[in-house]
C-alpha cells in the first residue's frame, strides 16, 4: 500500500508541474534581435501568431 501511495504522489506531482508548464505564458518576443525576411515563418510560430497579425506587427514597427 505504502508502494501505490508513493506512486500516486509521484504522478499527482508530475501532473501539477505539466500543467502549470502549459499554463506559464509565452515569452515576450519584444527583446528579441530582429531576424532575416526569410525566417518570417519560424519568428510567427515561436511568437504563437498568425503571419498576418505579424505582418502587421512588423508594419506597425516600422513607422
Not at 508548464?21 to 519568428?43: C, I, N, Y
Request: hydrophobic content about 35%.
Amino acid at each position: 500500500m505504502e508502494q501505490l501511495e508513493q506512486i500516486k504522489l509521484l504522478v499527482e506531482t508530475t501532473a501539477k508541474k505539466k500543467k502549470a508548464q502549459r499554463e506559464k505564458p509565452m515569452r515576450s518576443t519584444v527583446g528579441l534581435p530582429p531576424t532575416p525576411p526569410k525566417d518570417v515563418a519560424a519568428l510567427a510560430e515561436a511568437a504563437d501568431l498568425d503571419i498576418s497579425s505579424l505582418m502587421r506587427d512588423i508594419d506597425r514597427r516600422k513607422r
